[in-house]
Structures are given as C-alpha cells and as structure tokens.
C-alpha cells in the first residue's frame, strides 16, 4: 500500500460518485412504490412482493459479484471497470423503471415493474460493491479512511438529501401536474448526473493497492464471510438501522399526503424533508467530527441510538394526542435525522474494520466481500421495508383510488380514523423496536474497539 496521503482531487472525486450514485439509489428506493402504487396504481401488496422478492434475489448476486470484483485483473485495476459498466447500465435501468409504457396495465404492469427492478438490483450492485470496496484499497486506514468514509457519506447524504427534498416539486413540475411524465422526464436527468459523477471517478482515483494476491473461489469466499462474526454483526445493525429509517422514509409521503393534508401538502412534506435532509448532512459534516474530539466511536454510535429513539418517542406522543404542528416536528425529526447521519458513518466505519480483522482471522483480505453484504443488506432493508409500508397501506387503506385521475392527479382520499393512527404507528413504533433490537445485537456482539484494532493492526503487520 502506497504511503502518500490522498490528494484533494481524489477525494473531490469520490465524493462526486458517492453524490452521483445516491441520488440514482435514493429516487429508486425512495419513490418506486409510490409510483407504481400511487401514480399508476398498482396494487401495493403486489408492488411489496415486487421489491422484496428482487431483495432475496440479490442474496445471492451481491455476494457473487464480490468474487467476480475480487477475480478482476486489468490494466485499469479491479474496481473502476465495474464501476463504470454497472453505472451506465443502471442508468439506463433507472429510466426504465420510471418510463413504464402507457399501453401496459393489470397484469402486464406488474411483470413489466418486477423484470425492470430486478433488473436495477443487478446493475447497481455491478457499481456499487466495487465503489464501497475501493475505500481499503486507496486508504491506509484509520484517520485517513474514516475521513474519506465521512467525505464520502456526507456527499452520499447529501445526494439522499437532495432527491428526498425535491422530488414531489420538480416532478410535478416537469409533467404540468401529471406525475407520470414528470417521473420519467426526472428520471432521465438523473440517469445522466448519475453517469457523468462515476466518470470523474473512474477518471481521478486509482488503486494504491500492488498485492496481486490469489483470486478465492466462490465457496472460500462465502466461507470467509461466514467466519468473519464482527462482519456478519455489523450486517445485522445495519439491516437493523436502515429498516427503521426507510420505514419511516416510505411512510412520510403518504403523512403529508392524506394524514396531515391539505392543498399544499407537497409544500409541507418539502420543508420537512429538507430540514431533515439538512440536518443529516449536517451531522455527518459537523456534528459527528465534533463528537469524536471528545467521544470514541462506539460511544457516539450508542449515542446516536438514543438520540433517535428519542425523537421517535416524542413524534410519537405529538401525533397520539393530536398535536400536528409543522413547526413542532422538525423538533424530533431533529433527533432523528441527525442520528441516522451519524450512524451510516459508523457503519460503514465499523464494517470496514472488519476487514482487517478477517484479514487476521482467515488469512486473506475479503474487501470486495465484506463490502458485497453492505450492498445486499441495504437493499434488503429497502425490500423488506417496502413489503411493510404496502402491508401498511393495503391494510389501513391508504392511497386507494378516489377517481380516475391521470398520471396520479385523482383526488386526495380522507383517511379514517383507524386508518390515520395505524399509519402514525407504523411510522414511529416499528422503528423504535428495531433500532432496540439493534442495540442488543451490536452491544453483544461486537469487540472492535480503538484498542483492538490498534492490537490487530500490530498482530497483521507482524504476520506480514
């Protein structure tokens, strides 16, 4: 591993791809069971099928596209020609799966949506493994890549951000009203930002890694896995951590939307999510370095559970007694948001020590692999976490069709009284319990303390 540290221009880079490909990621987990739902209406038990099944799917294609990355050998490294193929692959997915043909309905509509995301899982798990994996392999660890892990973040964060905030507004926008064109023509931009952001990457960072070590086969490769328990802990929290946050996220459209209401909802739902957005790049740019100058890293990862528990239990009882104030809420959304920010960094942090922990438990560096099962685990996350939003909305009745509104521009149902606080508890409770269950897994599993790392640093460089 080359000693020099990493130049300006290569973490600029970086972080332009991590912006790029979250906000392709963020407008397909974000708004794809809102559009085929509520746009095209299609049935949201369908639609939660749809999206789990594609997750279970990749259960076994993440993994295998670790090997293959891990196989690589070019002139241009192992990582950047897949980040550069799945990138221009997905991007075209992604227009896809928002430009669904106007004469396909019923049936042929939910064939077309489970082949088209599938689809989308594939490819982006072709640009994403090796975009995450790379971090070891042009860092030296410690500072350096929990810096870039934090630039990188907060760059993704602020992708996440972005479509979150303006996505209802722009699509209405750009389709005079009708959601349908909207989407696609949105769709389309962000397929070509997405494209032309991982090509300054491709163009600007370069693998400082020379080990040209022996490619694993499939079986040794799951096995590694299997027997890295601090990797495996950490994919559990993170599955953990993300389910509660995309469950709230799935969730928030149709709050403002049919619970909180009005003519100008969209303008509710747009000051919200760019507050919260806001204060999550906030607490990843400042927030989290200030509270390492003074905490280690388990310490505020621990932190930031309560922080968001916390926030949970108070929007909880500002909604069980009624209490809607635009105003009042970002108060807990504050506690919230600010906490998931701090937590993807850690994770990430986290899983990428468990690399070199592997590397001193199993004799080999699993990058590609350890960083395969963050792909899969996020994703999976979104699936099963837009299984239990249409449960929530096939139940509870939200989002039925009131007319026959083109492009999903019929009329705003009022919901029940069952109906509203069934979908205010979905919201807050489910994400609470699991970020609990988090808590326990993490607190009992995991030993990676500053002092360990620092005891395994020294026990792999004695190895070598």
């Given at each position: 591993m080359s000693t020099s540290m990493l130049s300006g221009k290569e973490k600029a880079a970086y972080g332009l791809g991590a912006f790029g490909k979250d906000i392709a990621y963020m407008l397909s987990s974000g708004y794809v069971l809102y559009y085929y739902q509520d746009t095209l209406h299609v049935s949201p038990i369908a639609m939660g099928i749809i999206l789990l099944v594609a997750r279970v799917f990749d259960a076994f294609n993440d993994p295998i596209m670790g090997?293959?990355?891990?196989?690589?050998?070019?002139?241009?490294?192992?990582?950047r020609p897949w980040l550069l193929i799945g990138t221009l692959l997905n991007a075209v997915v992604l227009y896809m799966l928002y430009t669904a043909p106007p004469a396909l309905t019923g049936g042929g509509l939910v064939a077309y949506a489970a082949i088209v995301y599938i689809m989308w899982g594939v490819t982006y798990t072709m640009m994403d493994i090796p975009f995450w994996s790379m971090i070891p392999a042009f860092t030296k660890g410690g500072s350096e890549r929990e810096g870039l892990t934090t630039l990188a973040r907060s760059c993704a964060g602020v992708g996440d951000a972005l479509i979150t905030v303006i996505t209802v507004m722009v699509v209405a926008m750009l389709g005079h009203n009708n959601d349908r064109v909207g989407f696609?023509?949105?769709?389309?931009?962000?397929?070509?930002?997405?494209?032309?952001?991982?090509?300054?990457?491709?163009?600007?960072?370069?693998?400082k890694s020379t080990a040209d070590v022996d490619s694993p086969s499939v079986k040794q490769m799951f096995r590694a896995l299997v027997q890295n328990d601090q990797a495996m802990t950490v994919v559990v929290s993170i599955v953990l951590i993300n389910l509660s946050l995309y469950i709230t996220s799935g969730l928030l459209i149709y709050f403002f939307k049919y619970d909180f209401g009005g003519e100008n909802w969209r303008t509710s739902y747009t000051l919200f999510t760019t507050f919260g957005g806001g204060i999550q790049i906030l607490s990843m740019m400042l927030l989290y370095p200030i509270l390492r100058k003074f905490l280690n890293a388990m310490q505020v990862f621990f932190a930031s559970f309560v922080m968001a528990i916390a926030g949970y239990a108070i929007l909880f009882g500002m909604m069980f007694a009624g209490f809607l104030n635009l105003?009042?809420?970002?108060?807990?959304?504050?506690?919230?948001?600010?906490?998931?920010?701090?937590?993807?960094?850690?994770?990430?942090?986290?899983?990428?020590?468990t690399v070199d922990y592997g590397e001193l438990k199993n004799h080999r560096r699993d990058d590609s692999v350890i960083f395969s099962m963050q792909t899969f685990v996020v994703k999976l996350a979104s699936g099963l976490s837009s299984f239990l939003t249409s449960v929530c909305l096939a139940v509870f009745g939200i989002g039925k069709i009131t007319d026959s509104g083109e492009g999903g521009t019929g009329a705003v149902q009022a919901l029940s009284g069952v109906s509203v606080m069934g979908l205010r508890m979905f919201m807050t409770l489910i994400p609470i319990a699991g970020l609990l269950i988090a808590i326990l897994v993490f607190k009992k599993k995991y030993i990676l303390t500053d002092e360990k790392l620092a005891e395994i640093e020294q026990q792999v460089k004695t190895a070598g």
């Amino acid at each position: 591993m080359s000693t020099s540290m990493l130049s300006g221009k290569e973490k600029a880079a970086y972080g332009l791809g991590a912006f790029g490909k979250d906000i392709a990621y963020m407008l397909s987990s974000g708004y794809v069971l809102y559009y085929y739902q509520d746009t095209l209406h299609v049935s949201p038990i369908a639609m939660g099928i749809i999206l789990l099944v594609a997750r279970v799917f990749d259960a076994f294609n993440d993994p295998i596209m670790g090997v293959i990355v891990a196989k690589t050998r070019t002139k241009w490294g192992k990582f950047r020609p897949w980040l550069l193929i799945g990138t221009l692959l997905n991007a075209v997915v992604l227009y896809m799966l928002y430009t669904a043909p106007p004469a396909l309905t019923g049936g042929g509509l939910v064939a077309y949506a489970a082949i088209v995301y599938i689809m989308w899982g594939v490819t982006y798990t072709m640009m994403d493994i090796p975009f995450w994996s790379m971090i070891p392999a042009f860092t030296k660890g410690g500072s350096e890549r929990e810096g870039l892990t934090t630039l990188a973040r907060s760059c993704a964060g602020v992708g996440d951000a972005l479509i979150t905030v303006i996505t209802v507004m722009v699509v209405a926008m750009l389709g005079h009203n009708n959601d349908r064109v909207g989407f696609s023509r949105f769709a389309l931009i962000i397929s070509v930002v997405f494209a032309f952001c991982t090509l300054v990457t491709c163009l600007f960072i370069k693998e400082k890694s020379t080990a040209d070590v022996d490619s694993p086969s499939v079986k040794q490769m799951f096995r590694a896995l299997v027997q890295n328990d601090q990797a495996m802990t950490v994919v559990v929290s993170i599955v953990l951590i993300n389910l509660s946050l995309y469950i709230t996220s799935g969730l928030l459209i149709y709050f403002f939307k049919y619970d909180f209401g009005g003519e100008n909802w969209r303008t509710s739902y747009t000051l919200f999510t760019t507050f919260g957005g806001g204060i999550q790049i906030l607490s990843m740019m400042l927030l989290y370095p200030i509270l390492r100058k003074f905490l280690n890293a388990m310490q505020v990862f621990f932190a930031s559970f309560v922080m968001a528990i916390a926030g949970y239990a108070i929007l909880f009882g500002m909604m069980f007694a009624g209490f809607l104030n635009l105003y009042v809420m970002l108060i807990p959304a504050f506690l919230v948001f600010a906490a998931f920010g701090m937590l993807t960094i850690l994770t990430t942090v986290f899983l990428a020590n468990t690399v070199d922990y592997g590397e001193l438990k199993n004799h080999r560096r699993d990058d590609s692999v350890i960083f395969s099962m963050q792909t899969f685990v996020v994703k999976l996350a979104s699936g099963l976490s837009s299984f239990l939003t249409s449960v929530c909305l096939a139940v509870f009745g939200i989002g039925k069709i009131t007319d026959s509104g083109e492009g999903g521009t019929g009329a705003v149902q009022a919901l029940s009284g069952v109906s509203v606080m069934g979908l205010r508890m979905f919201m807050t409770l489910i994400p609470i319990a699991g970020l609990l269950i988090a808590i326990l897994v993490f607190k009992k599993k995991y030993i990676l303390t500053d002092e360990k790392l620092a005891e395994i640093e020294q026990q792999v460089k004695t190895a070598g």
